[in-house]
């Protein structure tokens, strides 16, 4: 069916326009255009259109973890959020570190439709971090895995790291860092500072992260591979990564919405719901994560979206699994953080959130510009829309949002997917 999006802005520039979507493809971008028999019209009064957003981190728990997720949920998740391409963690039971489980995630999330589910491969066998995983034989199936990471482990053993990065060169693939040296955080509960010494939890200190990040950007160099640094934390990182990409290693980095707008000052609640790994550090490094994304240290943005059931988060903080939600949230916390204190404009968003992390997940048809011939994977979005974050509406199974009860700005209105309207006004479009 063809649709009509009447009176839109694209990346919020210029003059409202018409876009006409046809044969999943954007067929004409003008003003009256003359919606035909048939069509599917979405008023846009003004909003702002973007390239539909990638997510290069998320958590979706199938196989083995559908009480706090599922693909088919965590994709009705991504589509509210404007998003219309997702890289699924390989952290599941089993551990997708073959070619049958990332098929099995891949046809599944075709199966639903919603958004791209692409799987990410595990590095290491069960992400044991002893022995290399089929990185090939993923890369060559069903699911043409591009990324691998151990995310929730880090790849500490640097001649097995050393490795990964030689086969990811040779395969044109990206090793995702999970970058946290165990030596330093052993059983670490929140970040390193005065608010953990305080409140008597161990701490995790920033260096771990900074100490990972300089050695495997020395690793990528030599072995000239592609680099990616999951949810950089710290502003010591920033630094690493300034002096590596000047130096022309090929690493590319993301931060997440939570390492944007919170901070540990939120841990003297206890409320487990805070906890995530990376942890919330300091104001100073919320700073230095939003200056960083501006200036294009750090290239994207990635939800490290982290369902939970809830038994795993309404216990003690010590016993309570790291992870908050983040596929419906992920606009709004970065239009408070980034767009509101001009940091980014509409066009910085569809850089951060569409088409860098398709550039570096190398995804053909996601982040491409608006223009007719293109794709018709579209966001759009109501920038002066003002939200109460409710876990309890959220599509997720899981309800472990850090914003419970927050007001946030910007609301995605309609998501499509190849032409596809897959969310409207806040319902997934089935
Ligand atoms: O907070 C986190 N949760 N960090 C990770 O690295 C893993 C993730 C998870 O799988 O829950
Ligand atoms: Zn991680």
Known sequence: ???????????????????????????????????????????????????????????????????????????????????TAVFAMPNTDPVADNAVIVEHVYRRGAEVGLVDVHPVGAVTVGLGGEKLAELG??????????????????????????????????????????????????????????????????????VAEETIVSRDCALARDAGAALHVCHVSSARTVEVLRTAK?????????????????????????????????????GADTAAMRQALADRVIDCVATDHAPHPAQAKDCEWA???????????????????????????????????????????????????????EPANLALVDPDAQWTVRGSRLASLAGNTPYEGMRLPARVVATLLRGRVTALDGEVQK
């Open 1 to 83: 069916m063809d649709v009509l999006i009447k009176g839109a802005k694209p990346y919020g520039e210029g003059d409202p326009v018409d876009v006409l979507v046809r044969n999943e493809v954007i067929a004409e971008i003008a003003t009256g255009i003359e919606a035909g028999e048939g069509t599917e019209v979405i008023e846009a009064g003004g909003f702002v259109l973007l390239p539909g957003f990638v997510d290069l981190h998320t958590h979706l728990r199938e196989p083995g973890g559908e009480d706090a997720e599922t693909i088919e949920t965590g994709s009705m998740a991504a589509a509210l959020g404007g998003f």
């Open 246 to 282: 000047a130096a022309g290693v090929r690493v590319s980095a993301e931060v997440t919405p939570h390492h944007l707008l919170l901070t540990d000052a939120l841990l003297t609640s206890y409320d487990p719901v805070n906890k995530v790994n990376p942890p919330l550090r300091t």
């Open 137 to 206: 034989t993923m890369a060559a199936s069903a699911a043409g895995v591009r990324m691998f990471s151990d995310d929730g482990r880090c790849v500490h053993d640097p001649l097995l790291m050393r490795r990964a990065l030689e086969y990811a060169t040779a395969l044109d693939v990206v090793i995702a860092q999970h970058a946290e040296d165990p030596r330093l955080t052993g059983d670490a509960q929140a970040h390193e500072g005065v608010v953990a010494a305080r409140l008597g939890l161990a701490g995790w200190p920033a």
């Open 319 to 373: 016993a309570a699994k790291p992870g908050m939600l983040g596929l419906q949230t992920a606009l709004s916390v970065l239009a408070h953080t980034m767009v509101e204190p001009g940091l980014l404009d509409w066009r910085g968003v569809a850089r951060v959130l569409s088409e860098r992390p398709a550039e570096i997940a190398g995804l053909p048809d996601h982040g491409r510009p608006i223009e007719v011939g």
